[in-house]
């Protein structure tokens, strides 16, 4: 595997800039963690999405394309080999194409989110 940290990095960026709207409930060096403000039925936050180093991989949670499975219609299908479960990617190398697709999946999913009143 290529460097954990470097991936995690490039993978962190992409969610970052949600951060500012959103509740930032974990940032270590290996795992970044963001809820929205959304309290559900259980009383706790609405995940929205993290990124970790794991032993062999770093993984990409982006929960709105489990809320939402219509925003996978789209994906390539190299994305959707890294796919593990439903809202999880996981990575061994820094890719820049699939990061970008990560990157607007993001996006697409923050949109949905809004829609639905989860932000």
Do not use: W
């Not at 999405?49 to 709105?64: A, E």
């Amino acid at each position: 595997m290529q460097n954990p940290e470097e991936i995690f990095h490039h993978l962190k960026e992409i969610l970052v800039p949600y951060s500012t709207e959103m509740v930032v409930a974990i940032d270590k060096s290996d795992n970044f963690y963001l809820d929205t403000k959304h309290v559900m039925k259980n009383k706790k936050p609405m995940y929205f999405g993290s990124v970790k180093i794991n032993k062999n991989y770093v993984s990409f949670h982006i929960m709105p394309v489990y809320v939402f499975p219509e925003l996978l219609e789209a994906i390539s299908p190299e994305l959707k080999k890294r796919m593990q479960g439903k809202s999880c990617f996981n990575f061994k190398v820094t890719d820049a194409k699939l990061f970008q697709e990560l990157k607007e999946l993001t996006l697409a999913g923050y949109g949905k989110y809004e829609q639905a009143d989860y932000l």
